[in-house]
């Protein structure tokens, strides 16, 4: 099993070009499932993930080209979900096992076909993320949903889901994602209220619409969608990753350095900016000749201020960055508070940042983090793949060496962050076997 050895105590400075964005490139992979024709997707990061996405779409019958750019960082799909349905409309277990995502084929599923089977998915162990609110919203269109030995076998006895008018219980991105793409084919007018407006949310939306989809309402917390016939085939570059970019903004601040990250929307990460900026960093939005830019400043022996935060559906400070901001605040001067509202599970990084030398306590939902605190190197293990970026950035501010073990789960969201890493200065090596 691989795991990466990082020797701290360098400042990062250069420039990182920032990968597409893994939870925008899921969905928009599940969407081609919707139309007969080709769709073509860019920017989709080189990730296992995505690789998992695609053979899903293959195993239901989907021809997947691939074409890999020169650094491996990204690739192209040419996705034809003409012969789906010829050999059944079954997405397997041994595949939909390792990645929650794969439940996003069921909405588009049954809106083109009337019928499918959908392992029960799995994914990070960072609390739980039912999916009742994506089978109770298409159990509103019409579908008929049981579940049978580990598998939502769902159909749609009049042959085509109907449109509804409907409010989340609560915000959900996956939820909003699958109502959405079932409703471009329903029958009828859907209004879902109290939708996610998270940025992947309006990537796929104008994907739809790209594919012929009638969608009012995109980026707001209301989605009206006017059912349609029949969608066609597009091409359809994928936004850059907010969360990797976050990553990067967070290394720099921890560890030091003026790294410019190429072709990220400031927006996305206006909550994350907001509180580096607050914490002393300096950040810098510009247009590059590859779209937007941003660039973070923080020299050696400049403190970090102590800043609460509060994680939230977006607008707001995302869950996804949490950890990552952890790692950041324990080098920050004073008292931190950290407030997980999303997942119930998602501190199980805490650990192991104590284990490198971090002063911090859990209470519930809540982190207290003291600092700064110094950090020696030492031996961790990644418990989910936003913990394992962690454990990267402390890697990179503790004395010594740190090892991460246990990196796959890293590999499934993030391409080549070692390279991308070293392209900017940091001491970190990716060694194959070790413990686990």
Known sequence: MDRLVITGGTALRGRIRVSGAKNAALPCIAAALLTEETVTLRNLPAVADIRTMLRVLEALGCGVERVADEAGFELSAAISAQAVGDGGLQAPYDLVKTMRASILVLGPLLARFGRASVSLP?????????????????????????IDKGYVEASVPGGRLKAIDHTFDKVSVGATENLLMAATLAEGTTHLRNAAVEPEIGDLARLLQAMGAAIEGIDTGTLVVHGVERLHGCEHAVIADRIEAGTYLCAVAAAGGDVVLDRVRPDDVRALIDLLERTGCVLTERMGQDGPQLRIQRELGQKLRAKDVTTAPHPAFPTDLQAQVMAVLTQASGISVIKETIFENRFQHAMELERLGANLRIDGSTAIIAGPAPLTGCTVMATDLRASAALIIAGLVASGETTVDRIYHLDRGYAGIDRKLQGVGARIERVSGGSV
Do not use: F, Q
């Open 122 to 146: 799995g994914g990070c162990a960072i609390g739980a993320r039912p999916v009742n609110m994506h089978l109770e919203g298409l159990e509103r269109m019409g579908a008929a949903i049981l």
